[in-house]
Antibody
Framework: EVQLVESGGGLVQPGGSLRLSCAAS????????MSWVRQAPGKGLEWVAN????????YYVDSVKGRFTISRDNAKNSLYLQMNSLRVEDTAVYYC??????????WGQGTLVTVSS | QSVLTQPPSASGTPGQRVTISCSGS????????VNWYQQFPGTAPKLLIY???QRPSGVPDRFSGSKSGTSASLAISGLQSEAEADYYC???????????FGTGTKVTVL
């Protein structure tokens, strides 16, 4: 059974940093693109970033370019999202999902990031 | 701001057929496959349709997808109360180099 478990969310002040992690199991992690998707409270889904199997390609939504960094450790079956210079508008539930150019049926339960003073 | 446009809401009575549209452009729907997701409050999205019209195992055949040019549609036939949820279309955008979601449609069963 595929499992994706996010962690690392919490309350952070504007301008602060947070690192999200996603632990993957039940599939060959190194064979798949992986993505982060977020959802602000009461709003729709927004794709944030994705990363190729070997980490050689990464793509970001414009609003996080230069502030967020996606990475992975295939030896640890883990996906990460380093978030710097956080803004109030980054407040959202962040989901880890399997897939890159198309996100499929495997999503984590999400972790809440709240940016507030 | 999403580049895929959906109606904010759709509704029908039990047993009716409801259709949700998703309008995009040549750089997304026009050149890449469309996926549809169903989301209940407080839960992660669930893949409903992939590659325009394919259903993952376990998704009832009441749900169907189609695509024509730069638009796509999701149809729910034999509407049931369990279908009350938010629905999102999505596709890769070659110009943005990103995966774009639709604005979302809330389906209500009257």
């Amino acid at each position: 059974e595929v499992q994706l478990v996010e962690s690392g969310g919490g309350l952070v002040q504007p301008g602060g940093s947070l690192r999200l992690s996603c632990a993957a199991s039940g599939f060959t992690f190194s064979s798949y693109w992986m993505s982060w998707v977020r959802q602000a409270p009461g709003k729709g889904l927004e794709w944030v970033a994705n990363i190729k199997q070997d980490g050689s390609e990464k793509y970001y939504v414009d609003s996080v370019k230069g502030r967020f960094t996606i990475s992975r450790d295939n030896a640890k079956n883990s996906l990460y999202l380093q978030m710097n210079s956080l803004r109030v508008e980054d407040t959202a539930v962040y989901y880890c999902a399997r897939g890159g150019l198309a996100i499929g049926s495997d999503w984590g339960q999400g972790t809440l990031v709240t940016v507030s003073s | 701001q999403s580049v895929l446009t959906q109606p904010p809401s759709a509704s029908g009575t039990p047993g009716q057929r409801v259709t949700i549209s998703c309008s995009g452009s040549s750089s997304n729907i026009g050149s890449n496959p469309v996926n549809w997701y169903q989301q209940f409050p407080g839960t992660a999205p669930k893949l409903l349709i992939y590659s325009n019209n394919q259903r993952p195992s376990g998704v009832p055949d009441r749900f169907s997808g189609s695509k024509s040019g730069t638009s796509a549609s999701l149809a729910i036939s034999g509407l049931q109360s369990e279908a009350e949820a938010d629905y999102y279309c999505a596709a890769w955008d070659d110009s943005l180099n990103g995966y774009v979601f639709g604005t979302g449609t809330k389906v209500t069963v009257l």
